[in-house]
């Protein structure tokens, strides 16, 4: 968890002083792109490796939705209090 | 897009070769992951850091905008809050870490997957990819009776980049500004978020 953190953390840091310099912050996007489709194809790995996890796929995906539709009905819900109070509109 | 799509494509090509075990064990170990995943923050970071358009954002926000992604964030740990009581099977704290991600699928899930194992973080995966689509399919609905910041509330993370075009297409330009800081909010928070959930 401190990992997490802390390399989160100091590339933010080191992004903010390299702000200026486009090349190398385009650069970081793109191994951005690199990494995170090697540590999905490894997640993968893992999983397609793992017999309890592949057997509960359509539990998962289940559960997914369920989480999915809390997540965006109440965000939609409160968001719209915040447009109706804050920014005084109503309706459409 | 494209990058959501190549995101899929290696998951599942990862799948694939795992189930059938074409890939040699080796690969399989979890230094590579873990040093793949130090250097993916750092640049997670550096991207962000090194956004001009985030730190314009956060110098000239006003209250009011920071009103939407505050309420984005309690309205999703409520939501789902609410209906993880009916989802026996997984705790409220493994919940929350997994909508924590705001839609965010790529590092949330890889995050997860390192602090609780490959079954959640595939929840986490399955359930963000699932709030980018809702939003890319429910925008015109949900600003017919919800107003306008609701697709905004829905998409998330992804509001600053993979849904934006669709939220400017039916909220209009000043609405998109929202959508971008709001994004960019929700981008920022949903790392720390998820590593104090599950700390």
């Known amino acids: 968890m401190f990992l997490i953190l802390f390399f989160l953390t100091a590339g933010m840091v080191t992004g903010y002083f390299l702000r200026k310099r486009s090349v190398i912050i385009k650069l970081a996007d793109k191994v951005t792109t690199g990494a995170i489709c090697l540590l999905l194809f490894l997640l993968g790995l893992s999983v397609g490796g793992n017999e309890i996890i592949i057997n509960s796929f359509a539990k998962l995906g289940a559960q997914a939705l369920v989480l999915n539709a809390g997540a965006v009905s109440g965000s939609v819900i409160l968001s719209y209090f915040v447009y109706v109070y804050v920014f005084g509109r109503r309706g459409k | ?199």
């Open chain 2, 1 to 199: 897009m494209r990058v959501s799509f190549c995101i899929v494509f290696f998951f599942s090509a990862g799948i694939l070769c795992g189930f059938y075990s074409l890939v040699p064990s080796a690969m399989n170990n979890s230094t590579l992951s873990l040093y793949a995943l130090n250097l993916l923050l750092f640049l997670v970071g550096i991207g962000i850091g090194g956004n001009n358009t985030v730190w314009e954002m956060i110098k000239r926000n006003n209250a009011k905008i920071l009103m939407v992604p505050v309420s984005i964030i309690f309205g999703t740990l409520l939501g789902s809050a609410l209906l993880s009581f009916w989802l026996k099977e997984i705790t409220l704290r493994d919940s929350l870490a997994v909508v924590s991600g705001f839609g965010y699928y790529s590092l949330s899930s890889i995050i997860i997957t390192r602090l609780e194992g490959e079954a959640l973080g595939v929840l986490a995966l399955l359930s963000n990819i699932f709030r980018e689509i809702s939003t890319l399919l429910l925008t015109p609905l949900l600003v017919k009776y919800f107003g306008r910041l609701a697709p905004i509330a829905s998409g998330g993370a992804t509001s600053m980049d993979t849904t934006l075009p669709v939220i400017i297409r039916f909220t209009g330009k000043e609405y998109g500004i929202i959508s971008i800081f709001s994004g960019i909010v929700l981008t920022l928070v949903a790392p720390f978020l998820i590593t104090f959930i599950l700390a």
